[in-house]
């Protein structure tokens, strides 16, 4: 399980750390911020990326999740009980995979219709989702059942 956990560890940091980069005025994969919008937001109409406050808020709560698969497995010390990082975690997997069960759903294409972004969506950012919730689901499960 700890290659797992750093695993995730690894793929939330540099999520976190692409939030961080659109927060200070980044635009990959854009050419503009406008471009990079209608990459990485993808709501209809979108012409701008959100707020560096968005950016570096989804950042804040990426960060936090990055360490959670560490602390689970122990890789560092923490006040919580393990059974208090599994329950988060367990949360945490819910919030993924919502997240990836929602991409594949008319209403959320109805939502995010702008391109690049819905065939990035569908080829990349839910299933990512899907397997970070997954991960987090395995890590939780095996705490539980410890």
Request: hydrophobic content about 60%; overall charge neutral; aromatic content about 14%.
């Amino acid at each position: 399980m700890i290659v797992l956990a750093f695993i995730l560890s690894i793929v939330l940091l540099l999520i976190t750390t692409l939030h961080v980069y659109w927060g200070i005025g980044g635009i990959w994969p854009g050419s503009d911020a406008a471009s990079c919008a209608r990459a990485v937001v993808g709501f209809r109409g979108v012409d701008e990326m959100p707020a560096p406050f968005a950016s570096f808020a989804v950042a804040a709560c990426l960060g936090l999740a990055t360490l959670w698969p560490m602390a689970l497995e122990g890789m560092f010390a923490t006040p919580f009980p393990k059974t208090g990082l599994a329950a988060t975690a367990l949360l945490i997997a819910l919030v993924f995979l919502g997240r990836g069960i929602a991409g594949f759903t008319p209403w959320w294409r109805r939502l995010t219709p702008e391109q690049p972004f819905a065939r990035f969506d569908v080829r990349y950012y839910s299933p990512l989702c899907l397997l970070i919730g997954l991960g987090f689901a395995i890590l939780a499960i095996t705490e539980f059942s410890a």
